[in-house]
């Protein structure tokens, strides 16, 4: 992942870091409920072991950092509103992290969800 070499040493961050990042900025954003998997397999793999990564993938390709993140949104929300401030939120809270750019941040809409049935 992205690292930084000096005389003294090297910091190397994890994929995983980053993705607990992206989840915890994800979480705060307005309008999200939740997030959830790509796939029904990794769903079931969620039931059994508590990941603080569940539902964001991090990509990176020695200069790129790609974030995908697989969300549920509250239902009665404007979902590109929603989806355009968990991408800029996710954005800002991990550059400012890692102080190095992101350079794209996906948000998959898996669902929608009503919490308050007044």
């Known amino acids: ?8 040493g090297s910091i190397k961050i994890s994929p995983g870091a980053i ?3 992206a989840y915890h900025a994800a979480r ?4 999200v ?6 796939n ?5 793999t969620q039931v059994l072991v508590k990941d603080p990564t569940y539902g964001v993938e991090v990509t990176y390709d020695g200069q790129n950092i790609i974030i995908d993140l697989y969300v549920v949104i509250e239902y009665g929300t404007r ?3 929603v989806a355009l401030s968990v991408r800029n939120t ?4 991990v550059e400012k992290a890692l102080g190095m750019p992101v350079s794209e941040v996906n948000v998959h809409v898996r669902g929608l969800r009503v ?3 007044d």
Do not use: C, F, H, W
């Open 1 to 8: 992942m992205p690292d930084e070499s000096n005389p003294i």
């Open 79 to 81: 979902i590109k509103s």
């Open 90 to 93: 996710v954005r800002y809270q």
């Open 115 to 117: 919490s308050d049935p």
């Open 33 to 38: 409920v939740g997030l959830t998997s790509k």
């Open 19 to 21: 993705a607990t990042i």
């Open 40 to 44: 029904l397999v990794n769903g079931l």
């Open 28 to 31: 705060q954003s307005y309008g």
